[in-house]
């Protein structure tokens, strides 16, 4: 689709990872593919090897028209509520962007607040190549983050399951305790504090 202008009509794809996990920020991703330079292979990023994701992630970086990560720390989270909060970092990723787009496709079944237009896409990052992108450098990019936190915190686990709850995560909490990059607001974490 092209503008009267002959300009180009930017779509960026909108998804955030890490709305499961009891430590560590949600980080999402929006993505503005060029569509002479396609990136074959793209998937939700949950179907791919952690070694597809990495060599994906790269080439989307390198032949992207733009890309930008976006954020919510853990103390937003606790604060306003994951869901809030990722739809908080996915408005900064489209707000980070080097050029705006003129639509954002999210994928999800709800919006966060953005200057354009915007479509929300259940099963998104399977079906939209450009969700597909941001699923895959925003997954690369919060995985990274965990295993540099998990030299932080050693003993949880962190590097392995990247923060999900899972049984050898809650034996590590029970255990060691819970730490600053927790989140308190989730029920696993809210009953080791009140000491159930």
């Not at 180009?8 to 999402?28: N, Q, T, W």
């Not at 992207?64 to 900064?92: C, F, H």
């Not at 050029?99 to 259940?122: E, F, M, T, Y």
């Amino acid at each position: 689709m092209q503008l009267s202008d002959s300009k180009p009509y930017l779509i960026a794809g909108v998804d955030e990872v890490g709305r499961g996990p009891l430590a560590g920020p949600v980080v999402a991703a929006a993505v503005i593919l060029d569509p002479a330079r396609p990136i074959p292979g793209l998937a939700d990023s949950k179907k791919l090897t952690e070694k597809r994701r990495e060599l994906l992630s790269g080439q989307i970086r390198e032949q992207a028209l733009a890309w930008s990560l976006g954020r919510a720390e853990v103390e937003e989270i606790d604060r306003i509520n994951i869901l809030q909060a990722s739809l908080l970092a996915m408005q900064r990723a489209v707000e980070g962007l080097s050029v705006a787009p003129h639509k954002a496709l999210v994928d999800g079944n709800k919006l966060p607040r953005l200057a354009c237009l915007a479509q929300a896409i259940v099963g998104g990052d399977s079906s939209v190549e450009a969700i597909s992108a941001a699923s895959i450098i925003a997954k690369v990019a919060r995985d990274r983050e965990l295993v540099g936190l998990d030299s932080q915190y050693p003993g949880y686990g962190l590097a392995k399951h990247k923060g999900y709850p899972t049984k050898f995560h809650m034996e590590a909490l029970r255990n060691l305790g819970v730490t600053p990059i927790h989140r308190r607001s989730f029920g696993p974490v809210k009953r080791l504090l009140k000491g159930y």
